[in-house]
């Protein structure tokens, strides 16, 4: 089994159990730029590893906390000592501390708080008001921040910082259509925009428009590129597949998106892939290049150093 980079940042319909399915259908030569124009986790990306990559997302937050890891504003240290003190505090105080915390990361917009945040908030949910404040309810959890816990997070931490600082990485805040301005036919695109009708947070609103949009530029894409979108659960098909990307290669996938409350509530999606190309690789694992072997090898050494 392919052993799957989780990033530090989670988020609704992050596709780390898909990684390896996606990583198979990838046909690239690596000489181009990787673009997302919804990066969201980057859990795809990240475990791409490759050379040249922009990483888009709309919401500044988020794309205010990978900057501070590739510039080493934040680094595995840091968020030890952060997460260690936080943690304290709210396993003593619970929820009230949970709720000082989200007002000061409303008025300072501190990347730490952010990720503190995603990481004791409810179903680790990234959600905004019309405001533009974070405004998920408390986990329930007040003794969440575990030595190991702390421990698994600086390593995720770590593991960007080290990419990032070896590749030539850009995390930037701004729309899709202004990602996709300039592709060439080198690059590689991989699309995970919000599902219609599905999710509001209202920095990656999605509507009927967009997704029209967003078809039109892979349409006339010059280089190759994979969309993730729903296909269809127990109750309902995603019509767009039909009245949009019919003439484009999907390939399906069943998966969960543990979101609900209850167990009971969480029930399968069936995954769809498209892509203007018929993948060469699927029926086989996914192979390292030499260049992705040595990146993990300077990840490990950072972390064995950083426990040390």
Same mark, same amino acid.
């Given at each position: 089994?392919?052993?799957?980079?989780?990033?530090? !940042?989670?988020?609704?319909?992050?596709?780390?159990?898909?990684?390896?399915?996606?990583?198979?259908?990838?046909?690239?030569?690596?000489?181009?730029?990787?673009?997302?124009?919804?990066?969201?986790?980057?859990?795809?990306?990240?475990?791409?590893?490759?050379?040249?990559?922009?990483?888009?997302?709309?919401?500044?937050?988020?794309?205010?906390?990978?900057?501070?890891?590739?510039?080493?504003? !934040?680094?595995?240290?840091?968020?030890?000592?952060?997460?260690?003190?936080?943690?304290?505090?709210?396993?003593?105080?619970?929820?009230?501390?949970?709720?000082?915390?989200?007002?000061?990361?409303?008025?300072?917009?501190?990347?730490?708080?952010?990720?503190?945040?995603?990481?004791?908030?409810?179903?680790?949910?990234?959600?905004?008001?019309?405001?533009?404040?974070?405004?998920?309810?408390?986990?329930?959890?007040?003794?969440?921040?575990?030595?190991?816990?702390?421990?698994? !997070?600086?390593?995720?931490?770590?593991?960007?910082?080290?990419?990032?600082?070896?590749?030539?990485?850009?995390?930037?805040?701004?729309?899709?259509?202004?990602?996709?301005?300039? !592709?060439?036919?080198?690059?590689?695109?991989?699309?995970?925009?919000?599902?219609?009708?599905?999710?509001?947070?209202?920095?990656?609103?999605?509507?009927?428009?967009?997704?029209?949009?967003?078809?039109?530029?892979?349409?006339?894409?010059?280089?190759?590129?994979?969309?993730?979108?729903?296909?269809?659960?127990?109750?309902?098909?995603?019509?767009?597949?039909?009245?949009?990307?019919?003439?484009?290669?999907?390939?399906?996938?069943?998966?969960?998106?543990?979101?609900?409350?209850?167990?009971?509530?969480?029930?399968?999606?069936?995954?769809?892939?498209?892509?203007?190309?018929?993948?060469?690789?699927?029926?086989?694992?996914?192979?390292?290049?030499?260049?992705?072997?040595?990146?993990?090898?300077?990840?490990?050494?950072?972390?064995?150093?950083?426990?040390?």
């Amino acid at each position: 089994m392919m052993k799957v980079m989780i990033p530090p !940042i989670k988020c609704q319909g992050i596709k780390s159990k898909l990684v390896p399915f996606i990583k198979r259908t990838v046909d690239w030569s690596f000489e181009g730029r990787w673009i997302e124009p919804f990066m969201g986790s980057g859990v795809v990306g990240f475990n791409i590893m490759p050379r040249n990559a922009v990483f888009a997302d709309s919401n500044p937050h988020l794309i205010n906390f990978y900057n501070a890891i590739a510039t080493g504003k !934040i680094d595995g240290l840091k968020v030890r000592k952060f997460l260690e003190q936080q943690g304290e505090i709210l396993s003593s105080h619970g929820q009230n501390h949970y709720y000082e915390v989200r007002e000061r990361f409303n008025q300072t917009q501190d990347p730490l708080d952010f990720l503190f945040l995603n990481r004791c908030c409810f179903n680790g949910m990234i959600r905004f008001n019309r405001q533009g404040d974070f405004n998920v309810p408390f986990g329930h959890k007040s003794q969440r921040f575990s030595k190991a816990y702390i421990t698994k !997070i600086v390593n995720q931490v770590d593991h960007v910082h080290v990419m990032s600082k070896q590749s030539h990485w850009s995390f930037i805040c701004q729309d899709f259509r202004e990602t996709l301005k300039e !592709i060439s036919e080198d690059d590689f695109v991989y699309c995970d925009p919000p599902y219609v009708g599905r999710h509001v947070d209202y920095f990656d609103s999605w509507d009927e428009e967009d997704e029209k949009y967003l078809f039109e530029i892979l349409s006339h894409s010059p280089c190759k590129f994979i969309l993730s979108t729903w296909h269809s659960n127990q109750y309902r098909e995603n019509a767009f597949l039909k009245a949009l990307w019919s003439g484009f290669h999907v390939l399906t996938k069943e998966h969960f998106y543990y979101v609900g409350a209850k167990e009971e509530n969480r029930k399968p999606m069936l995954e769809a892939f498209v892509m203007n190309y018929i993948p060469k690789h699927l029926h086989e694992g996914p192979i390292e290049r030499s260049e992705q072997l040595l990146l993990l090898e300077k990840v490990a050494e950072s972390q064995s150093s950083e426990i040390e």
